[in-house]
């Protein structure tokens, strides 16, 4: 579909408060100008939903997908551009409307993370960023031990090439790895890493922790200063979650306990989880469960992680095991990420005056499956 102004009829909308049955709604110049049961009368094309479902676009905040497109086995690389394009349009297919790239600065320990390749996929993301069907912006991932990041995150910043920042920390003893033994059973099997890189890599890590808090109270600093966003990654403990709230850190992503969600939720502190965990049902590093976190009323967000595809699947596995009506479990990947990322204003929920970012899904077979996506109005995806 070339031109933006449409009806869509016949439609169930996932509205913020529920589910509105044979409804329509009208879009002009790629912005939800109306929305009401039964028809709207207007000329132009119109599109029959069928009883199909539409749901605000996804808004995934954590995926670091990006980097198997550029290295999908070890020392295998493909051209940053070719990987953006052709990611570009699965993420189209599985329903995501504005994606947050994932990428991360971690010096030494996988080869799409060092800081000088993070920098590359970053500006080349940016570069591109008006040739993408999908909206495109950058999560940048600051490995806190890796001081040698801060002067290309600061350039970054201060060129407006970031849209989201994480504080991550994977240091054995805490966080994601409780013990050695777990972070190189996982690097060594994932990343192909031999025993004595792992060593030289915990030991780096070790010794930098000295230093840690002056990198953090700088780049918090500058985050603060252009208005960035910023998260933290991998949180494990009420004190942990304290400092986010005294640090202004607003989001947290994959807490590994239910001591820390419970204490976000104390805080008001976003929580942002895995849908491959909700898919799945426990965590890959066998740490908290993201169904009993939502079950617990513990979790606002959902991201892919490095699974997009398993977004769509999270939702409606929340909904038929009754841990969430379908327009809540919406919510976590829609208008909650919308409000911790500031861009709520614009898109998120399928409401009057907002961006026409939608999904149609058809449910009528064995899965769910993405019929059309829309991105502002513009059709950026179909089956049908």
């Keep these: 579909m070339s031109g933006r102004d449409f009806v869509i009829e016949n439609a169930a909308l996932v509205l913020p408060s529920g589910i509105a049955e044979r409804t329509s709604i009208k879009i002009e110049d790629g912005i939800i100008s109306k929305i009401r049961e039964g028809n709207i009368n207007s000329g132009g094309m119109r599109i029959n939903a069928q009883g199909r479902y539409i749901l605000p676009g996804f808004i995934d905040l954590h995926s670091d997908a990006i980097e198997k497109e550029i290295e999908p086995r070890p020392n295998s690389h493909f051209p940053v551009n070719i990987a953006l394009f052709e990611l570009d349009k699965k993420l189209a297919a599985c329903g995501v409307t504005t994606i947050f790239h994932a990428v991360s600065f ?17 500006r080349e993301t940016n570069r591109l960023n008006a040739k993408m069907w999908v909206k495109t912006k950058v999560h940048a991932r600051f490995e806190i031990t890796d001081d040698g990041a801060i002067p ?9 090439c970031i849209n989201l920042l994480s504080f991550m920390d994977h240091t054995p003893g805490q966080g994601q790895f409780n013990e050695v033994t777990s972070f190189k059973n996982y690097f060594g099997t994932v990343y192909k890493k031999s025993d004595a890189e792992l060593i030289k890599i915990i030991d780096r890590k070790l010794a930098a922790k000295e230093s840690v808090k002056s990198h ?21 403990s009420e004190e942990k979650i ?12 994959f807490p590994v306990n239910m001591e820390a969600v419970r204490s976000a939720k104390v805080s008001e ?15 890959q590093a066998k740490n908290l469960s993201a169904r009993d976190a939502i079950s617990s009323g513990y979790a606002d967000i959902l991201c892919s992680d490095y699974s997009p595809m398993t977004i769509l699947h999270a939702v409606f596995t929340l909904e038929r095991l009754g841990i969430l009506p379908l327009h809540e479990a919406v919510h976590m990947v829609s208008l909650n990420p919308a409000k911790a990322a500031g861009i709520s204003e614009q898109t998120g929920s399928i409401e009057e005056g907002k961006d026409a970012d939608l999904v149609v899904v058809n449910t009528g077979d064995e899965i769910p499956r993405i019929a059309k996506t829309f991105v502002s109005g513009r059709e950026v995806f179909s089956v049908c």
Excluded: F
């Design 106 to 122: 971690a010096e030494g320990e996988i080869g799409v993370r060092s800081n000088k390749t993070a920098t590359v996929i970053i």
């Design 152 to 160: 290309y995150l600061e350039d970054l910043l201060k060129d407006g």
């Design 216 to 236: 953090i109270d700088y780049v918090v600093a500058l985050c603060k200063s252009m208005n960035i966003p910023m998260a933290s990654h991998d949180d494990d």
């Design 242 to 253: 304290q400092w986010l709230t005294e640090t202004g850190i607003r989001i947290s992503e």
């Design 269 to 283: 502190i976003y929580v942002c989880l895995g849908s491959p965990n909700v898919l799945r049902g426990n965590s």
